[in-house]
C-alpha cells in the first residue's frame, strides 16, 4: 500500500519569506514524484515535478529529492498571498495514477 | 493542445438516485484516464483507470461503476447513490506510455451533495 505523509497544516508565512512543504512516502519503488497546487473549490494544478535526487528549480519554486530518505519538498521563495493555497505531494510508479497526500494548507499573511 | 472538460460541475441528488458524470479529453489519443474522489477533510482517493477502451480498473470496492465507451470519453456512474458518496469528483488524464513519469492534468472537477 503507498503512503504518502504530508502535515495538513495550516503553515503560516510571512508575504516575502521562504515557504518550506514536507513530504514523505513509503514506496521505494516510485519514480516521480509531484507538487500541486489546489486552491479552495478548484482542481489540483501541477507545479513541478521531479525525477532525480537533488534540487530542481523553477522560477520561485523549488523542488528537492532525496530518495535514500524517501523525502520530497518545496520551497517557494518570496511567498505571495496568491500563494495560499493547499499543496499536494504525489508520488508514482505505475499505470495507476498518482498517490496523493492530504494536502499541506499555506497561508501568506500580507 | 490538450484539454479536459467535465460535467456537471455541480450537483444535488437525493440518496437512492442514479448518478452519471462524463469526462471527456481533446487533442490527444489514446490517453489514460482516471477518477477520483476528493471528500471533505481526506485526500485524493484513486477509484478507477483506464488505459483504453472498455478496460476498466478499480481501486476502491463501491457502489461506484466506470465505463469508458470511446478512446477520450470516461463515465463514472452509480445506480443508488449513498450518503458517503459525497465529495468532489475529479477527472484526468495522462500520456499513454509514461505510467512511471507522467504527470496527470485535471478536469475542472464535479462537486456532488448526496442528502
Known amino acids: 500500500q503507498k503512503e504518502v505523509e504530508q502535515n495538513s497544516g495550516p503553515l503560516s508565512v510571512p508575504e516575502g519569506a521562504i515557504a518550506s512543504l514536507n513530504c514523505t512516502y513509503s514506496?521505494?519503488?516510485?519514480?516521480?514524484f509531484f507538487w500541486y497546487r489546489q486552491y479552495s473549490g478548484k482542481s489540483p494544478e501541477l507545479i513541478m515535478f521531479?525525477?532525480?535526487?537533488g534540487d530542481k528549480e523553477d522560477g520561485r519554486f523549488t523542488a528537492q529529492l532525496n530518495k535514500a530518505s524517501q523525502y520530497v519538498s518545496l520551497l517557494i521563495r518570496d511567498s505571495q498571498p496568491s500563494d495560499s493555497a493547499t499543496y499536494l505531494c504525489?508520488?508514482?510508479?505505475?499505470?495507476?495514477?498518482?498517490?496523493f497526500g492530504k494536502g499541506t494548507h499555506l497561508i501568506i499573511q500580507p | 493542445s490538450q484539454t479536459i472538460h467535465q460535467w456537471p460541475a455541480t450537483l444535488v441528488q437525493p440518496v437512492g438516485s442514479p448518478l452519471s458524470l462524463e469526462c471527456t479529453v481533446e487533442g490527444t489519443s489514446n490517453p489514460n484516464l482516471y477518477w477520483y474522489r476528493q471528500a471533505a477533510g481526506r485526500g485524493l482517493q484513486l477509484l478507477f483507470y483506464?488505459?483504453?477502451?472498455?478496460?476498466i480498473s478499480s481501486e476502491v470496492p463501491q457502489n461506484l461503476s466506470a465505463s469508458r465507451p470511446q478512446d477520450r470519453q470516461f463515465i463514472l456512474s452509480s445506480k443508488k447513490l449513498l450518503l458517503s458518496d459525497s465529495g468532489f469528483y475529479l477527472c484526468a488524464w495522462s500520456v499513454q506510455g509514461r505510467e512511471n513519469t507522467g504527470e496527470l492534468f485535471f478536469g475542472e472537477g464535479s462537486r456532488l451533495t448526496v442528502l
Open positions: 521531479i525525477y532525480s535526487n
Open positions: 514506496d521505494r519503488g516510485s519514480q516521480s
Open positions: 483506464s488505459v483504453g477502451i472498455g478496460q
Open positions: 504525489a508520488v508514482r510508479g505505475g499505470a495507476d495514477g498518482l498517490t
